[in-house]
């Protein structure tokens, strides 16, 4: 009977497997063909400096449009991408993409935006990578500087050593280098002297709670100081409210990011909303 129910259990087992990689294969084919059909877009959300209270980049966010699931966010479609070589593929796409609208910033006059681009960290291991950077670079024309690369504390510590030939790779083409979800990672400070990096990226999930956590607060306020200090520059995640952009700039926040200034949004739309920003004084909370 013992044998019997165990093979019970792993054909049980097996079944809701096969459902699991069904749905994962089945997402992967359509992610495929949603490559095919032009159904991706890249967003883009306001980087506002906290000094000025101007908008200076932006982020490319990733968005799938299917025809019948509607808008699918990047943590539903970058994990199944990231287990098979879409990824290579995907990630592929999003540099072309963000290299032509730098150049389209370039001909509509806001040439000194920069744009900052999320990379997987596939992408990151890939020997590919610096090569096609120079080669999008060149046909799109644009000023290597205005790219801005976020990698996260765990792409950049799978492996150091590599990480630090391509961070240094890099630095050499004036790209710049971000560190996304800065803390959340399980990595020590020590690498942040061992990476040609420029900038750091604070967690939403340490901006959220300032004004009623103050454990976040001092986070937040030691990440400012800390990146200063190594010379980095600081732009602070989801910001949604104007206590968390006023402390924020208390604290010498370079820049800040979130629904307060505005969401992600189409590249037709960000240009309107550039247009209206130029029109207005720049009002930062
Ligand atoms: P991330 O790079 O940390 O991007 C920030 C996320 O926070 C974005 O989610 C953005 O829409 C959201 N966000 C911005 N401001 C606020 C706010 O004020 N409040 C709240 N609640 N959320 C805010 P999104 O677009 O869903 O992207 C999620 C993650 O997917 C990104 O996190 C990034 O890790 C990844 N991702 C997005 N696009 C790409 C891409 O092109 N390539 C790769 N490899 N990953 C991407
Ligand atoms: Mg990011
Ligand atoms: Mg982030
Ligand atoms: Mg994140």
Same mark, same amino acid.
């Given at each position: 009977?013992?044998?019997?129910? %165990?093979?019970?259990?792993?054909?049980?087992?097996?079944?809701?497997?096969?459902?699991?990689?069904?749905?994962?294969?089945?997402?992967?084919?359509?992610?495929?063909?949603?490559? %095919?059909?032009?159904?991706?877009?890249?967003?883009?959300?306001?980087?506002?400096?906290?000094? &000025?209270?101007?908008?200076?980049?932006?982020?490319?966010?990733?968005?799938?449009?299917?025809?019948?699931? %509607?808008?699918?966010?990047? &943590?539903?479609?970058?994990?199944?991408?990231?287990?098979?070589?879409?990824?290579?593929?995907?990630?592929?796409?999003?540099?072309?993409?963000?290299?032509?609208?730098?150049?389209?910033?370039?001909?509509?006059?806001?040439?000194?935006?920069?744009?900052?681009?999320?990379?997987?960290?596939?992408?990151?291991? %890939?020997?590919?990578?610096?090569?096609?950077?120079?080669?999008?670079?060149?046909?799109?024309?644009?000023?290597?500087?205005?790219?801005?690369?976020?990698?996260?504390?765990?792409?950049?510590?799978?492996?150091?050593?590599?990480?630090?030939?391509?961070?240094?790779?890099?630095?050499?083409?004036?790209?710049?280098?971000?560190?996304?979800?800065?803390?959340?990672?399980? &990595?020590?400070?020590?690498?942040?002297?061992?990476?040609?990096?420029?900038?750091?990226?604070?967690?939403?999930?340490?901006?959220?709670?300032?004004?009623?956590?103050?454990?976040?607060?001092?986070?937040?306020?030691?990440?400012?100081?800390?990146?200063? &200090?190594?010379?980095?520059?600081?732009?602070?995640?989801?910001?949604?409210?104007?206590?968390?952009?006023?402390?924020?700039?208390?604290?010498?926040?370079?820049?800040?990011?979130?629904?307060?200034?505005?969401?992600?949004?189409?590249?037709?739309?960000?240009?309107?909303?550039?247009?209206?920003?130029?029109?207005?004084?720049?009002?930062?909370?």
């Amino acid at each position: 009977a013992a044998k019997s129910e %165990g093979r019970g259990n792993f054909q049980f087992f097996s079944q809701a497997m096969n459902a699991a990689t069904h749905e994962r294969v089945m997402m992967e084919n359509r992610l495929w063909q949603a490559l %095919g059909e032009n159904q991706f877009e890249l967003y883009l959300q306001p980087q506002v400096s906290l000094g &000025s209270g101007d908008v200076v980049g932006a982020e490319a966010l990733l968005r799938w449009h299917h025809p019948e699931l %509607g808008m699918v966010t990047p &943590s539903r479609v970058i994990p199944i991408a990231e287990e098979s070589n879409l990824i290579f593929a995907l990630g592929d796409w999003v540099l072309v993409r963000a290299t032509e609208v730098l150049a389209e910033w370039r001909r509509d006059g806001m040439q000194t935006l920069r744009l900052a681009v999320n990379l997987s960290a596939r992408q990151c291991q %890939g020997r590919e990578l610096l090569p096609r950077l120079d080669q999008l670079i060149a046909r799109a024309g644009i000023d290597p500087a205005l790219l801005e690369l976020e990698i996260t504390e765990s792409t950049a510590m799978r492996d150091p050593e590599a990480t630090r030939g391509l961070l240094r790779e890099l630095r050499e083409r004036g790209i710049h280098v971000a560190i996304d979800d800065f803390g959340t990672g399980y &990595s020590s400070l020590s690498y942040l002297k061992l990476f040609a990096i420029d900038r750091i990226k604070i967690d939403r999930g340490f901006v959220t709670d300032i004004e009623t956590d103050a454990n976040d607060a001092a986070i937040v306020t030691a990440t400012v100081s800390l990146a200063h &200090s190594l010379g980095l520059t600081v732009v602070a995640e989801g910001v949604e409210t104007a206590y968390q952009s006023s402390f924020l700039r208390s604290r010498g926040c370079d820049e800040a990011q979130g629904y307060l200034f505005a969401r992600p949004m189409p590249a037709a739309e960000f240009r309107s909303f550039m247009q209206a920003a130029r029109a207005r004084p720049a009002v930062v909370p």
